[in-house]
T-cell receptor, first 113, second 113 residues
Framework: AQSVAQPEDQVNVAEGNPLTVKCTYS??????LFWYVQYPNRGLQFLLKYITGDNLVKGSYGFEAEFNKSQTSFHLKKPSALVSDSALYFC???????????FGAGTILRVKS | DAGVTQSPTHLIKTRGQHVTLRCSPI?????VSWYQQVLGQGPQFIFQ???????GRGNFPDRFSARQFPNYSSELNVNALLLGDSALYLC????????????FGDGTRLSIL
């Protein structure tokens, strides 16, 4: 069975500082990993994915994520946070050739000016 | 290009009624998935359809059903509504290929009284 853990309900960071939102996963076989962001009263917006290849993947809006197979982690990062990055972030995993995404419970990111 | 569109945006029903939610995928996308997002939780997988065939089903009761039409749009039907069915229902579409990300609509907010 697949599962995702986002250990922090909320992350607070000052504008201009680097941010990290943590994610660990469990899946049999090769994982397909995704990060999404959700703004209030909106659907989920795709940020980036890891399928294979380089462990550091770059996505939209300056976000990047680092895949670590030994730690089964896929942490989301950004070098310099913006107030507009404040939102709810979800990590998700899918089995290779699988058909469903399994999401974590989400992490609220608050960026203060 | 238009993204995933869902209708209606909001819906209020009473217990025991049934509901039909609609989704139009991104043009060219043949795969549609449905998710239920209860407040404070990550989305939970309900169904996936590809080329009008069900390709996956989550752990939801038989009161939940769906179908996909020749134009790749989709409907989610829920019968005998319960208070616990109150949630945001999200539709996602994806292009061909198992590594393609799912793109989400803004959802239908269903409230059961």
């Amino acid at each position: 069975a697949q599962s995702v853990a986002q250990p922090e309900d909320q992350v607070n960071v000052a504008e201009g500082n680097p941010l990290t939102v943590k994610c660990t996963y469990s899946v049999s076989g090769n994982p397909y990993l995704f990060w999404y962001v959700q703004y209030p009263n909106r659907g989920l917006q795709f940020l980036l994915k890891y399928i294979t290849g380089d462990n550091l993947v770059k996505g939209s809006y300056g976000f990047e994520a680092e895949f670590n197979k030994s730690q089964t982690s896929f942490h989301l990062k950004k070098p310099s946070a913006l107030v507009s990055d404040s939102a709810l972030y979800f990590c998700a995993v899918k089995r290779e050739y699988g058909n469903k995404l399994v999401f974590g419970a989400g992490t609220i990111l608050r960026v203060k000016s | 290009d238009a993204g995933v569109t869902q209708s209606p945006t909001h819906l209020i029903k009473t217990r025991g009624q049934h509901v039909t939610l609609r989704c139009s995928p991104i043009s060219g996308h043949k795969s549609v998935s449905w998710y239920q997002q209860v407040l404070g939780q990550g989305p939970q997988f309900i169904f996936q359809y590809y080329e009008k065939e069900e390709r996956g089903r989550g752990n939801f009761p038989d009161r939940f059903s769906a179908r996909q039409f020749p134009n790749y749009s989709s409907e989610l039907n829920v019968n005998a509504l319960l208070l616990g069915d109150s949630a945001l229902y999200l539709c996602a579409s994806s292009g061909s290929g198992v590594a393609q990300p799912q793109h989400f609509g803004d959802g239908t907010r269903l409230s059961i009284l």
